[in-house]
């Protein structure tokens, strides 16, 4: 019997010698990432988008040649006019010789998205006309319904945001380990099942403003997954207050609702080992290094020389 089962769609791909949506999301041969940084090389995270409208605003992620995912607190209307997403793009102040746009047809913001708690930060854009794939420009896989990301397990945020130095002009990256809902729901006292957490207990990596709606990753075999999209936090980067970040896995249903043809790839994410997350009471430790936060993100962090990011 097959631990993880095969889709039908997926069977019936192979069957006609096509590859399914799960097979082809998640592949950046252009990343060989292994450690936290400051600057994204290009193709490194080729879902990676940039929203504008008189600039950029919030991130996304490309999650098949039609679709981005993005945050439900990036939009108050559902008024397409004006915004445009960039895909392959690597610097806001630069030439992109690997870039398409597209306006956007459609914004699908969850129904039951909450300004006041931020659950349910989650929302669709379907662009104007299809992207074409490159090693530039390629989706996403999305963390299948009953994923696990145990805490300490590491996870990137990317994203054109808030520095020490001001907004991002090329993409940003840094690694953060994931830091369990019990634990994250200490120092917030309102994660949901909605929600995952990701940073360090003594602060200074983070995303920040302006990184907002944009994807949280980790890697299974050679596919990168997408666990998370960034949310809100208390500050940047500050001790004991880690990033939050809207639970992709929560939402398989609703975006295969939406997205009745060509589906996203979803990909069943498991971490290894027991998480330490299932005993934690708020008078214990940290569990790991952890701690951030965010509040419509970017990465608030500095170059210190040795390949990681750090608050001033």
């Known amino acids: 019997i097959l631990k993880r089962a095969i889709s039908m769609k997926c069977i019936l791909s192979k069957l006609l010698k096509m590859k399914c949506s799960r097979e082809l999301c998640g592949r950046a041969p252009l990343n060989t990432k292994i450690v936290g940084g400051v600057d994204a090389a290009p193709g490194s995270w080729p879902w990676q988008a940039s929203l504008q409208s008189f600039g950029h605003f919030c991130g996304g992620s490309l999650i098949n040649n039609l679709w981005v995912l993005t945050a439900a607190h990036c939009f108050t209307t559902t008024d397409t006019t004006g915004f445009t997403v960039f895909l392959g793009r690597q610097d806001q102040a630069g030439s992109n010789p690997n870039e398409q746009s597209r306006t956007i047809s459609r914004i699908v913001c969850h129904p039951d998205y909450s300004g006041t708690t931020n659950d349910n930060d989650i929302c669709l854009l379907e662009l104007s006309s299809a992207v074409t794939f490159t090693d530039y420009i390629a989706p996403v896989c999305l963390a299948a319904d009953g994923s696990t990301f145990n805490s300490g397990i590491i996870n990137w945020v ?155």
């Open 158 to 312: 990317t994203g054109w945001g808030t520095t020490s130095f001001g907004a991002a002009d090329i993409l940003q990256e840094v690694d953060l380990p994931i830091v369990g809902n019990r634990e994250c729901d200490c120092s917030y006292g309102r994660i949901t099942n909605n929600m995952i957490c990701a940073g360090l207990s003594a602060g200074g990596k983070d995303s920040c403003q302006g990184d907002s709606g944009g994807p949280l990753v980790g890697k299974q075999g050679v596919q990168w997954v997408q666990s998370g999209v960034v949310s809100f936090g208390q500050g940047c980067a500050l001790p004991n207050f880690p990033g939050v970040y809207a639970r992709v896995s929560e939402y398989q249903a609703w975006i295969n609702g939406i997205i009745t043809t060509n589906q996203p790839g979803f990909v069943d994410f498991r971490s290894a080992g027991i998480n330490s997350d299932a005993t934690f009471n708020c008078g214990d430790p940290p569990s790991g290094p952890y701690t951030l936060s965010k509040i419509n993100k970017p990465l608030f962090l500095k170059n210190t020389g040795t390949g990681l990011l750090e608050d001033t």
